[in-house]
């Protein structure tokens, strides 16, 4: 494949092209609407609690790979579906594959949350 040259319009364009993929996530996907509601109460729930500088990127750090795991998920369900629209066990493995990524950043991340967070609940209860 030839190299392309430098463009800033062609960099750009990739940005619209991604901006439209996230709108695109949000308006087909169930989960993705899931988690970002978990990320706003996360986000809610930080503002709350003032949590620290560091806890934030933690906190930004889990919402960024459970969307960015969910829209990979999408990108390889719709890729399977296309290749595949019949039953095949070897495309119903590798959407398994994708959902349990998914499943596996989003215990992480309730992991982090956890950790950050019910301390700071059961100070203010205790």
Same mark, same amino acid.
């Given at each position: 494949m030839e190299k392309q040259p430098f463009s800033w319009k062609k960099r750009l364009r990739s940005f619209r092209y991604a901006?439209?993929?996230?709108?695109?996530?949000?308006?087909?996907?169930?989960?993705?609407?899931?988690?970002?509601?978990?990320?706003?109460?996360?986000?809610?729930? #930080?503002?709350? +609690?003032?949590?620290?500088?560091?806890?934030? @990127? %933690?906190? !930004? *750090? &889990?919402? #960024?790979?459970? +969307?960015?795991?969910?829209?990979?998920?999408? @990108? %390889?369900? !719709? *890729? &399977?579906?296309?290749?595949?629209p019949g039953f095949d066990p070897l495309i119903g493995r590798a959407k398994d594959f994708a959902a349990a990524g998914v499943l596996l950043t989003a215990f992480g991340a309730a992991a982090a949350g956890l950790l950050i967070f019910l301390p700071k609940l059961i100070a203010l209860i205790a």
């Amino acid at each position: 494949m030839e190299k392309q040259p430098f463009s800033w319009k062609k960099r750009l364009r990739s940005f619209r092209y991604a901006f439209k993929g996230i709108a695109s996530l949000f308006v087909s996907e169930h989960n993705a609407r899931i988690h970002a509601a978990a990320a706003v109460a996360a986000v809610a729930l #930080g503002i709350w +609690l003032r949590i620290s500088t560091t806890e934030w @990127a %933690v906190v !930004a *750090l &889990c919402i #960024g790979g459970v +969307l960015a795991a969910e829209a990979l998920n999408s @990108a %390889v369900e !719709a *890729l &399977c579906d296309k290749v595949s629209p019949g039953f095949d066990p070897l495309i119903g493995r590798a959407k398994d594959f994708a959902a349990a990524g998914v499943l596996l950043t989003a215990f992480g991340a309730a992991a982090a949350g956890l950790l950050i967070f019910l301390p700071k609940l059961i100070a203010l209860i205790a």
